[in-house]
């Protein structure tokens, strides 16, 4: 399971509007003073958009919330995202290739792909499973944590 904790900003009908409160992933190893990739993490730590989730429970504004997500359906929902598009900049330039049409043409081709992609993912639709919770308050009112 993939998880993470978000903090509701907006609720209404069924959907919460939240966003990130943990930290990335990375930062937390002891390699990550020299490692690229915490770096990178860092510097789009700051760009958190927050996301609509479905979400059952009655949450408020400022309440936290445990969010968790079958690893099957990240990786469906990567693939989706990532390699459906990537597939079809191969093909649409693989095409206007093959039809003689040169380099432009073959960076036309990849362009139309891309979108042509990216247009079947959205027909597509799918969204990944996720199980949405309200966190319980560990501290009473007027304790300080």
């Excluded at 990739?37 to 429970?57: E, H, M, P, T, W």
């Excluded at 990786?75 to 432009?104: E, H, Q, T």
Aim: proline share 3%; charged share 15%.
């Amino acid at each position: 399971m993939i998880a993470t904790t978000a903090r509701v900003i907006s609720a209404d009908n069924g959907t919460a509007l939240v966003e990130p409160t943990m930290e990335s992933g990375c930062g937390g190893c002891k390699a990550s003073s020299s490692c690229a990739v915490s770096g990178l993490g860092k510097y789009f730590s700051n760009n958190r958009q927050a996301i609509a989730v479905r979400c059952d429970a009655s949450v408020h504004a400022g309440d936290q919330l445990h969010m968790t997500m079958n690893e099957g359906d990240f990786i469906k929902a990567g693939m989706l995202v990532y390699l459906l598009p990537s597939v079809f900049i191969i093909i649409g330039a693989g095409c206007a290739a093959s039809l003689d049409f040169g380099d432009a043409g073959a960076l036309a081709g990849a362009v139309l792909g891309f979108v042509g992609g990216l247009l079947i993912v959205r027909l597509i639709g799918w969204t990944p499973n996720m199980t949405v919770r309200k966190q319980k308050n560990l501290f009473n009112e007027g304790d300080t944590p």
